[in-house]
T-cell receptor, first 119, second 111 residues
Framework: GAVVSQHPSRVICKSGTSVKIECRSL??????MFWYRQFPKQSLMLMAT?????????EQGVEKDKFLINHASLTLSTLTVTSAHPEDSSFYIC???????????????FGPGTRLLVL | RKEVEQDPGPFNVPEGATVAFNCTYS??????FFWYRQDCRKEPKLLMS???SGNEDGRFTAQLNRASQYISLLIRDSKLSDSATYLC????????????FGAGTRLFVKA
């Protein structure tokens, strides 16, 4: 099946630093990738939709200057948490939709997630 | 009101039990429906898509009622390994593809 990877899987950083998370679709092309955040015992909350070659679409309440998204190729999207603070500590998960002529075009494939801890 | 609502749970059931999860969605423009499973500290994984005609995959049966905007998941003969959080997911493509997750229902299957 389709595979999405994320890197790093876990990161601990000091308050005020920036953290970049990569999301890659390994065996399919994805014009659209999604970034989610999940706090403990809560559901996934969509942060933004990443569109290859254009600006990301952010959900209401998500600061685009704080969460920078770049989708420079059909297989890679990055999320940079700028000037991270303890309240940004969370589980960040990306997902991708297969853009090819696939029966499962409406299925999202999720990366394994990145656990961010800001001290 | 949330766009996708699920049973709050948790459900605690013995092995071998049958358990049913319910989900309702409020946006009639919703087009695709899924059940995902999420294990603790892991990413969600697709369990099954849900179709109006109903579909079955082994011990799992999913139903969709578009008129009532209601989705269900039935698990028969529960196994210990079924313990997880089950997420009801609804997708639509109005002004861009969007997926909305329910808050999830936690299931504990006990020996």
């Amino acid at each position: 099946g389709a595979v999405v990877s994320q890197h790093p899987s876990r990161v601990i950083c000091k308050s005020g630093t920036s953290v970049k998370i990569e999301c890659r679709s390994l065996d399919f092309q994805a014009t659209t990738m999604f970034w989610y955040r999940q706090f403990p015992k809560q559901s996934l909350m969509l942060m933004a939709t990443s569109n290859e070659g254009s600006k990301a679409t952010y959900e209401q309440g998500v600061e685009k200057d704080k969460f920078l998204i770049n989708h420079a190729s059909l297989t890679l999207s990055t999320l940079t948490v700028t000037s991270a603070h303890p309240e940004d500590s969370s589980f960040y998960i990306c997902s991708a939709r297969d853009s090819g002529p696939s029966f499962n075009r409406e299925t999202q494939y999720f990366g394994p997630g990145t656990r961010l801890l800001v001290l | 009101r949330k766009e996708v609502e699920q049973d709050p749970g948790p459900f605690n059931v013995p092995e071998g039990a049958t358990v049913a999860f319910n989900c309702t969605y409020s946006n009639s423009a919703s087009q695709s429906f899924f059940w995902y499973r999420q294990d603790c500290r892991k990413e969600p994984k697709l369990l099954m898509s849900v179709y109006s005609s109903g579909n079955e995959d082994g011990r799992f049966t999913a139903q969709l009622n578009r008129a009532s905007q209601y989705i269900s998941l039935l698990i028969r003969d529960s196994k210990l390994s079924d313990s997880a959080t089950y997420l009801c997911v609804v997708a639509r493509n109005t002004g861009g593809f969007k997926t909305i997750f329910g808050a999830g229902t936690r299931l504990f299957v006990k020996a």
